[in-house]
């Protein structure tokens, strides 16, 4: 085994355990949306594993008042409470906190759609579990919050992190690498605003599917190089890039409509949550780059066996990927 086959599985092992412990204390969410004048359908959502939830609770200002009993049910790996509240002062100055977040390493996220259409979005850590609704977000507080939740979306996406990890090992000029990654960039901005902005949209799982389809095509690439040997893959990267970054950009997509975009900073929240999801990119290969570069620094590299490798490890997560997400379409 060379140094780099070593690197390559503490990489991908990290990737996978990060993902693994962002599933398990993946973020509560609670949204508020405002029907009419005061009144608001409230719902939250608490990470489970089957009837076992974390013990964490909505606060919501003292002044507000439930009109009926919370409706309760555990849905897809998630405990939700949906109810009405009466808020005759509205929320504006009103606190809103998450109790029991303290205790927790994970975060919530707090979605707040007022009447006349303007939204707020807050995330509240263990350190700071509860915040004072402004009732709006001035433009700064709107890029920066988007611009945050942009780079937390794709550091916490393994499965965009490896279709990336892919392209790096799979591309050897470095000049090459970098217009493929901006040809990969291009692609998913230009699904992610279309499908942001509803002027065109695919169903969820199929692209969740496609995506680990995708990385699994890459794997498959890179085991399949050989010396002197130049597959279309490898020859224009960009154009292979390209197109599964249109499908990657529908995966963005579908989390920033979780959120949503407030109607007074579209275009500024939806190019502050791009740029994030870029920042992130770039750092997660800039990281790589280096550690692949100290690597080499130690000593020469025999990179065709680390790069086979890497690639059947990357491919049997894609593929475990894809059979669970296929699965997932039948249920």
Not at 224 to 234: C, D, H, T, V
Request: net charge neutral; glycine share 10%; aromatic share 8%.
């Amino acid at each position: 085994m060379t140094r780099l086959g070593p690197l390559l599985a503490i990489l991908i092992g990290v990737l996978l355990a990060a993902h693994g412990m962002a599933h398990e204390i993946r973020p509560a969410y609670l949204d508020l949306h405002e029907m009419e004048s005061g009144e608001f359908a409230v719902i939250w959502k608490v990470p489970a594993q089957g009837s076992m939830r974390l013990g964490l609770y909505a606060r919501l200002p003292t002044a507000c008042v439930e009109k009926a009993e919370p409706v309760r049910s555990i849905e897809s790996g998630a405990y939700l409470e949906r109810w009405t509240v009466a808020c005759p002062a509205g929320l504006k100055g009103g606190e809103i906190g998450i109790d029991g977040l303290k205790s927790t390493m994970t975060e919530a996220l707090v979605r707040i759609e007022y009447e006349n259409g303007d939204i707020e979005v807050e995330r509240l850590m263990p350190d700071a579990p509860s915040f004072v609704a402004a009732g709006a977000q001035t433009s700064r507080e709107v890029a920066q919050t988007y611009f945050q939740l942009g780079v937390d979306h794709i550091l916490s996406g393994l499965d965009h992190l490896l279709f990336v990890l892919a392209l790096i090992l799979l591309i050897r000029d470095r000049w090459m690498l970098v217009k493929t990654i901006t040809a990969f960039t291009i692609a998913h901005s230009i699904t992610l605003a279309g499908a942001s902005l509803g002027y065109f949209s695919l169903p969820q799982k199929p692209v969740e599917a496609t995506i680990a389809l995708s990385i699994a095509f890459l794997a498959s690439e890179l085991t399949r190089m050989k010396p002197g040997e130049r597959r279309l893959s490898e020859s224009y990267p960009w154009i292979v890039a390209f197109a599964f970054g249109l499908l990657h950009g529908f995966g963005f997509a579908g989390a920033l409509k979780e959120i949503g975009l407030p109607q007074s900073d579209v275009p500024l929240s939806l190019l502050a949550f791009n740029l994030g999801v870029e920042a992130g990119q770039l750092l997660f290969i800039a990281a790589t780059l280096a550690m692949f570069r100290a690597v080499g620094a130690l000593g020469k590299i025999h990179s065709t066996p680390a790069r086979q490798f890497g690639a059947y490890m990357i491919g049997t997560a894609a593929m475990l990927w894809l059979v669970s997400r296929i699965a997932g379409l039948a249920a």
